[in-house]
């Protein structure tokens, strides 16, 4: 091979390598590429195409910079979006609760850190005769099982069984008397009354056994005494239960919903400082 030949040959390679986009002009053409992403909103996109370009340029400080604040317009972005959403969810939660509202009454004490609906049906509902099963839902939509039980013959009851006649049961867990929310006292007339309180998943599943079972007949059994007993669940039991487990779910998603709305704006807060260094 000649020495003009190998001359072109070194000649025409280096022009294809001066021809060739440089690392640095392709990372501001994907830089481009990921602004045109965000300015149509796809964000996804956009922070996906950012993550693979600072992995490819480690160590280019530029390139990580530009690319970071771009990261963080995007994420500002998404969360005046989440903040938006979380607003207008709370809208319709906040008028489904207030028109579930109508049928309770909220007990408060100034001592109390929170409030609870309680069924109007409750107030007060001779038919029951101090033997009931209650249920309540506090402010942030945590449900309460309360069970009543008197009678002239104290049966130390600890725990409760709710079935229906195909054999299906439910049972709570067993809850001893603490003198607290478990407690007994005997009246003036002779009759013992006994208090449980499930709280806090303690109930077992008993909620929604009876909630899934409304139009059955539902056999209550209370457990763990000396004796046992049993009766059937009247119908404004069932009817009050089923009615505070849909007040209990609005309310508990309007504080889930409180709790992101929340979690966004602290994020915006963040970013905001961080976009205008």
Known sequence: MNKQLISSIVFIAFIFAACRPSGSDTAQSQLQQARQLYEQAHYGSAKTLLAEL?????????????????????????????????????????MKAAELKRSFVLEKTEYDHAGRYVDKLWNPS?????NYLK???????????????????????????????????????????DGGANY????????????????????????????????????????????????????????????????????SSLEHIQKEKEKAEKRLNYLQEKLQK
């Open 54 to 94: 600072k992995k490819q340029h480690p160590k280019d400080y530029d390139i990580q910079k530009e690319a970071l604040r771009l990261t963080r317009e995007i994420d500002y972005q998404e969360q005046l979006r989440n903040r938006s959403f979380c607003d207008s969810v709370l809208l319709i939660g906040q």
């Open 135 to 177: 249920t309540s839902v506090d402010e942030w939509g945590e449900i309460v099982l309360t069970s009543a039980y008197r009678s002239d013959s104290p049966i130390g009851c600890n725990q409760l069984k709710v079935s229906i006649p195909s054999g299906e049961y439910a049972d709570t867990q067993v809850i001893p008397f």
């Open 126 to 130: 001779p038919e029951l005769n101090g």
């Open 184 to 251: 007994r006292f005997k009246d003036g007339l002779g009759m013992t009354s006994e208090t449980l309180t499930f709280q806090k998943g303690r109930d077992n599943g008993v909620i929604a056994f009876i909630a899934n079972h409304a139009a059955a007949n539902i056999r209550l059994d209370y457990l763990g005494g000396k004796k046992t007993s049993f009766r059937m669940l009247f119908e404004i039991e069932k009817t009050a239960l089923n009615r505070t487990v849909e007040l209990s779910a609005v309310l």
